[in-house]
């Protein structure tokens, strides 16, 4: 008896303790805000001191389609609460914590300016790329560790190597034109980004691993269970504590990060021996091979950061490879199959759907490459491979890339505040930083109407200006779907190169049509079904993707 009133006594003691410290948590979170109100600073309206911005960010999340991206109702609230700040505190704590929002490319400025924050990734990031990349990798890195990495793959994405990759890409998009005309055959409604992001992981694959993954053909075990962990990715799993009592979540993501751990496991062993076998053999600028690289010009007995301490790369006496390093290098490599496909597909989707709603441009696009790579669309391919720089000299088509990106960024930023670092809004309050995430929603700042004229239309025209003076000239910084400064994307120039390729191959061969009336009859609901009355309105799925996977169909040009 007596033991168990003492077991009793302790399980009280335990949960008392519990919820003192929730809400001495739960107190220091709301002092923050109150804090920032006191100041006057802008804070999002509808705050309690019990629920935060919870409440009131679901009453937001509730005036946009169900399964539309979360910044659509973060972008909202700037454009109807801040339009002279662009900048706004809201406290979704303990969910995430204290956000401080901003849509403003001057605010985006200083952020990326401050040492003190543009190398600063969230803490909470980590936790979100757990599943994607399996441990640390170069997106989430601390500066002291991310810096020496950047500069070893760096070298895969330079313009020189970029060019090289063509043939690769012409050959996996012919691959993706077979695929599209099987589709026009058939003649039925399909979903575009699905059969995209099989063309893409194949194309990055080749980038990264120098082998065919051979995804738009069948099953493979790398891209396929890439493809699944992004399905099964809970987008704030990591930041709602309640997301980690889905045990089939958790299982799935166990299984298909041990199975690509084995697939790219393999590689790099192979990899490695062939190395050891011929140190004199030619190196290529995969990423594989850039990663057993810098491994090798270590020697066997220098220090190397390479996860989150310092650790030594020293060769085994079996001739393998450092189970540490191993274990990083394998997280690397996801993380350039995660994103080196994901956000392409999603971009290729919107700019062949915004092409299919806007004739006239579509039209110049196909003049463009009828100028440049002559009429004859079977012999493109063989062109591009024997002379790669042609597709640097598309200067429409790239305009089409950029205002895509612009009307429909795949990401956002975000950087870990500081408290040596305040930001100043568009109408001149000193808002601090410490103890809030910084989070730049792209979408929004592309669309800000204090920054662009017809922000809603597609005119590729405005990237062609040459007058920067012109109502339609974009301001300095208002578009950054790589990001800008010190950790902006490392693949930029390939990314470019890449969708330019896939353009010039496919967009005078195919029609493609839009078929979100189709799908709406298909499957009638009640709920919204557009954004600011766009039908095409962003989801997450790792990137923003188009809603409903972008169904259409598609029809081979005579």
Known sequence: MAFNDLQSALSLLVCIGAVLYFFSKLYRARSLIYEKQRLGLPVAPGHSFLFGHLLFFNSALKKIPANAHYQNALGDIAREHFPAENLFYIDTWPVSGILLVNVSPEIA???????????????????????????????????????????????????????????DMVDETAVYCETLAGLAQKGEMFYLDPVTLR???????????????????????????????????????????LEYLNLVRRAVHWRNGRRMDDYIGKELDKRYAEYKSDPESKRTKAIIDLVLQAYLSEGS?????????????????????????????????????????????????????????????????????????????????????????????????????KEALRLFPPGCSSRQGSPQTALTSDNGLRCPTDQAVIFTIHSEMHRNPAYWVKPDEFLPERWLLVDADHELSPVKGASRPFEIGPRNCIAQGYVMTELRIILACVVRRFDFAPAYEEWDRLNPGSGLRTFRGERAYQIEEGAAHPAEHFPCRVTVRS
């Open 109 to 167: 400025s200083q952020v990326h300016a401050d040492p003190h924050v543009s190398m600063q990734r969230p803490l909470l990031l980590p936790r979100w790329f757990q599943p994607i990349s399996g441990g640390p990798n170069l997106f989430d890195l601390p500066e002291s560790q991310w810096k020496p990495w950047r500069s070893v793959f760096s070298k895969g994405f330079n313009a020189e190597h970029v060019l090289s990759l063509v043939p």
């Open 199 to 241: 063309f893409t992981i194949d194309v990055i694959g080749k980038t990264i691993l120098n082998a065919r993954l051979g995804a738009q053909r069948g099953y493979n075990a790398l891209a396929d269970c890439m493809l699944n962990q992004i399905r099964w990715h809970q987008n704030n799993a990591e930041t709602n504590p």
């Open 301 to 401: 007995a220098t220090t190397k950061t390479t996860t989150t301490t310092t650790t030594k790369t020293t060769t085994t006496k079996s001739g393998k490879l450092d189970p540490k390093f191993r274990a990083f290098a394998i997280c690397q490599i996801r993380l350039f199959v995660f994103l080196g496909h994901d956000s392409t597909s999603s971009t290729i989707c919107y700019i062949l759907y915004l092409l299919s709603t806007n004739p006239d441009t579509l039209a110049k696009t196909r003049t463009e490459h009828d100028e440049l790579l002559g009429s004859n669309v079977a012999v493109v391919g063989a062109l591009l491979k024997a002379q790669p720089h042609l597709a640097n000299d598309l200067p429409y088509t790239t305009a089409v890339i």
